[in-house]
C-alpha cells in the first residue's frame, strides 16, 4: 500500500503500513495489483517485479496444473474414493506466488487447504490424497521439502511457525517461515498469540492470510471492523494487502515480505485478498449462506485467466503451448485418479507404532487387544 507522509515530522512507514491518521478511515483499502483482471501489466512503486517469459509461462503452468489437481480430488470424493476434501478453487494464485516466492531453505507451515504450496514444494499430490483417503498422515518428509505436514486444527500452526522461526534466529540463519491460515482463523487465540511472540522476539516469520472472504459460513464482515492486514500494526510490525488472484503481485509481496523477515526486521502479516469460489470442504453447502451474484463477480478476476490474457496480449505464449499445458492436465488428471483408486489400505496395527519413541507397555497391551478383537472376525459374519 503507497503511504503519503503529511506531515515532515512523520516518518515513512514500511510498505503496506497504513497511515495512522487514517487508522479510523472506511475506504477500502487500496490493494497491491501488478496484474489486473483485464491481463494489463502495471508498475507498483513499493512492489517491483522483473519476470521472464519462460517465469512468466512456468507460472501459468502451476496455476493450471494445481487447479486441475484440486478438480479431480474433489470429484474423487463426490465418487466416495476420499472421506473429505478442502478445495481451493479461486486461490491458486496466492498460493502458487507465495510458494514460488519461498528460496530452498524457507520454511513453511500450512493449514489443510495449501495444496498449491505443496506443489511448489514438490510434494506429490498422492501424497496429500492419501491424508484425504485417510491411509496415510501426511507421507511426506517434513525436513526434505521444508513442508510442515497439513495442520487440522485451526491457527495451531502460526505457533508452530514462530518457535521455529524463533529456532532460526538462535542458529544465525538467514532462512525465513511462512505461516498460512484463513481470515477466519484470524480470530483464533493462538494467531494472536503467535503474533505476540513473534514481533517481541522479531522472528523471522511473514503470517500469510488467505482472506477468501469466508470463514466457513460466516464472512469477513462480522469478524473484524477493520482491515485484516491493520490488525499487524496493534502488534508492532507491518503489514500489507495484495491483491489475492494477482500471482505477480503476491509473488513480489512475499518475496518482500520473506527478505525482511530474513534480514532480521522482523515479521510482515500479509492479506491475500481473494475468494473461495467453492465450498469451504465438500461437506459443506455454500448455497446455504452465499449468493450466487457475489461468486459471479469474482469470476472476472480468475487468477488464471488473466495470466492467460496477459501472456496472449504480450505474445508471450501461442496455442502450441497451452495445448500442450491441457495435455499435461490431463495426464496429472489420469495420474491422481488412477493413483488414489489403486492405494493400497494400511495396517491397521500401525498407528500403534509410534505413539511412542520406544515400546511402551500400555500400547503393547492395546495393540494385542485390538489384534484379538481383529481376529474376532476372521472367517465369519460381521455383525
Partial sequence: MTVKST??????????????????????????????????????????????????????????LVRRFDAEATSLQRQGELGLWASLLGQEAAQVGSGRAMRTGDYAFPTYREHGVAWCRDVDPLNLLGMFRGVNNGGWDPNEKNFHLYTIVIGAQTL??????????????????IAYFGDGASSQGDVNEAFTFASVYNSPVVFFCQNNQWAISEPTTVQTRIPLYRRASGFGFPGVRVDGNDVLAVLAVTRWALDHARTGQGPVLVEAFTYRMGAHTTSDDPTRYRQSEETESWKAKDPILRLKAHLEKEGLADEAFFAGIEAESEQLGLRVREGVRSMPDPDPTLIFDHAYSEPHPLVDEERAEYEAYAASFEGGEHH
Avoid at 511457525?161 to 525465513?176: E, F, H, L, V, W
Fill in 7 to 64: 506531515s515532515r515530522a512523520r516518518k515513512k512507514a514500511a510498505p503496506g503500513v497504513p497511515d495512522p491518521a487514517r487508522a479510523g478511515s472506511t475506504a477500502e483499502p487500496e490493494l497491491v495489483q501488478l496484474l489486473t483482471p483485464e491481463g494489463d501489466r502495471v508498475e507498483h512503486p513499493e512492489f517491483p517485479l522483473t519476470v521472464t517469459p519462460e517465469e512468466l509461462r512456468s507460472l501459468y503452468r502451476d496455476l493450471v
Fill in 160 to 177: 508452530h511457525a514462530t518457535g521455529y522461526a524463533m529456532g532460526i534466529t538462535k542458529d544465525g540463519a538467514d532462512d525465513a517461515v
